[in-house]
T-cell receptor
Framework: AQSVTQLGSHVSVSEGALVLLRCNYS??????LFWYVQYPNQGLQLLLK??????LVKGINGFEAEFKKSETSFHLTKPSAHMSDAAEYFC????????????FGTGTRLQVTL | DTGVSQDPRHKITKRGQNVTFRCDPI?????LYWYRQTLGQGPEFLTY????????KSRLLSDRFSAERPKGSFSTLEIQRTEQGDSAMYLC???????????FGEGSWLTVV
């Protein structure tokens, strides 16, 4: 069975500050890991994905994440927050291979203040 | 590539009524998924199809729920005898068999009053 834990249901940062959203996973097989973003009343948009290639993954909107097997982590970062980054962020895991069902974390709501 | 399309986007229904949601996946995507998301939670897997075959169903999918994908293209999710606990956003997603990314639609909000 696979699972994802997102530490911190709410994170608040100032505009221009570093964004760090935490995700730890549990998987019995080499995982594929994903970060999705959800704006209010909308579906999910893929930010980035790890699929066993480079451990540092760059995504859209300046986000990146690093896969650390020893720590079973896949934390999402962005050097400088922008007001438009305010949204809900979900980490998800699948069991690899071709696209298969995702198991999501409970999400982290990012607030960006002036 | 027009993305995953869902209809209706919002539905308010009285308890006990039946509702049906439609999903049109990205063209040529063989796999189609349904997820449910309640307020403050991440999406939860309900079921998925490969072409017209329904390959897996979650235990969350009670016998009041039925999903179909008759021609391997669009899919419908029907909820019979709706209950207030069914209020949620129902997300559809699709992917190619050979790919490793699942693409989501905008979701269909259901409110049962």
């Amino acid at each position: 069975a696979q699972s994802v834990t997102q530490l911190g249901s709410h994170v608040s940062v100032s505009e221009g500050a570093l964004v760090l959203l935490r995700c730890n996973y549990s998987s019995s097989v080499p995982p594929y890991l994903f970060w999705y973003v959800q704006y209010p009343n909308q579906g999910l948009q893929l930010l980035l994905k790890y699929t066993s290639a480079a451990t540092l993954v760059k995504g859209i909107n300046g986000f990146e994440a690093e896969f650390k097997k020893s720590e079973t982590s896949f934390h999402l970062t962005k050097p400088s927050a922008h007001m438009s980054d305010a949204a809900e962020y979900f980490c998800a895991v699948s069991d690899g291979g071709t696209a298969s069902k995702l198991t999501f974390g409970t999400g982290t709501r990012l607030q960006v203040t002036l | 590539d027009t993305g995953v399309s869902q209809d209706p986007r919002h539905k308010i229904t009285k308890r006990g009524q039946n509702v049906t949601f439609r999903c049109d996946p990205i063209s040529e995507h063989n796999r189609l998924y349904w997820y449910r998301q309640t307020l403050g939670q991440g999406p939860e897997f309900l079921t998925y199809f490969q072409n017209e075959a329904q390959l897996e169903k979650s235990r969350l999918l009670s016998d009041r729920f039925s999903a179909e994908r008759p021609k391997g293209s669009f899919s419908t999710l029907e909820i019979q005898r709706t209950e207030q606990g069914d209020s949620a956003m129902y997300l559809c997603a699709s992917s190619p068999i050979s790919g490793n990314t699942i693409y989501f639609g905008e979701g269909s909000w259901l409110t049962v009053v």
